[in-house]
């Protein structure tokens, strides 16, 4: 238990379905990240909260928006998306941004574009 | 570009030694991470160096060296649980983590 929960574990969806994934971090922390995880390759940042503040867009299509409503929560919503988007998403937090700190990871939701 | 090499896959034997390598190319430096991953569940930290040389933490250690941009992770005396994969990641200048795929560890009886 990293004090980083993710829900729903497994989704499934179609193109056309909008839905939207949650993470809930118990650790007083200050920052906030989304990743993507596909098999065989690099965690891929997508967004960066500080402070309830996007600091980071690394290029995302639309069809994702992430929304911060405060330090503690962060969701990831989604929209039309593609099968190349079925990937492992994964939200970590940290102290801050802006300097060294270790990432504390929540286990993670299996999405499957259909 | 910023890259990350690690490789893909190793094997090796209960209670024997291994030595997981890291090479990065980044646009500046501070520090680099261990992440231990098992399937299906969260990366878990294992170590950070910033500075050059070994840190040891109980059966595992990691060294650095920044000359050589070049790191490895060292497991002792292995057991069926450190089947993982073994993620490395370079926090560069801009404070973001920039991640390798990964080293998926098995080991055998």
């Known amino acids: 238990e990293t004090g980083v929960t993710q829900t729903p574990r497994h989704l499934v969806m179609g193109m056309t379905n909008k839905k939207s994934l949650k993470c809930e971090q118990h650790?007083?922390?200050?920052?906030m990240y989304w990743y993507k995880q596909s098999a065989k390759k690099p965690l891929e940042l997508m967004f960066v909260y500080n402070f309830k503040e996007q600091t980071e867009n690394n290029s995302v299509p639309s069809r994702f928006s992430p929304e911060c409503p405060n330090s503690s929560h962060l969701f990831l919503h989604l929209h039309t998306l593609q099968p190349e988007d079925s990937a492992l998403y994964l939200c970590?937090?940290?102290?801050?941004?802006?300097?060294?700190?270790?990432?504390?990871f929540g286990p993670g939701t299996r999405l499957t574009v259909l | 570009g910023q890259n990350i090499d690690q490789p893909t896959e190793m094997t090796a034997t209960e209670g024997a030694i291994v030595q997981i390598n890291c090479t990065y190319q980044?646009?500046?430096?501070?520090?680099l991470f261990w992440y231990q991953q098992h399937a299906g569940e969260a990366p878990t930290f294992l170590s950070y160096?910033?500075l050059d040389g070994l840190e040891e933490k109980g059966r595992f250690s990691s060294f650095l060296s920044r000359s050589k941009g070049y790191s490895y992770l060292l497991l002792k005396e292995l057991q069926m649980k450190d089947s993982a994969s073994y993620l490395c990641a370079v926090m560069d200048s801009n404070y973001q983590l920039i991640w390798g795929a990964g080293t998926k560890l098995i080991i055998k009886p």
């Open positions: 160096n910033v």
């Open positions: 970590a937090s940290s102290q801050d941004s802006g300097s060294y700190n270790e990432q504390f």
């Open positions: 980044t646009s500046g430096f501070n520090g």
């Open positions: 650790l007083g922390h200050n920052a």
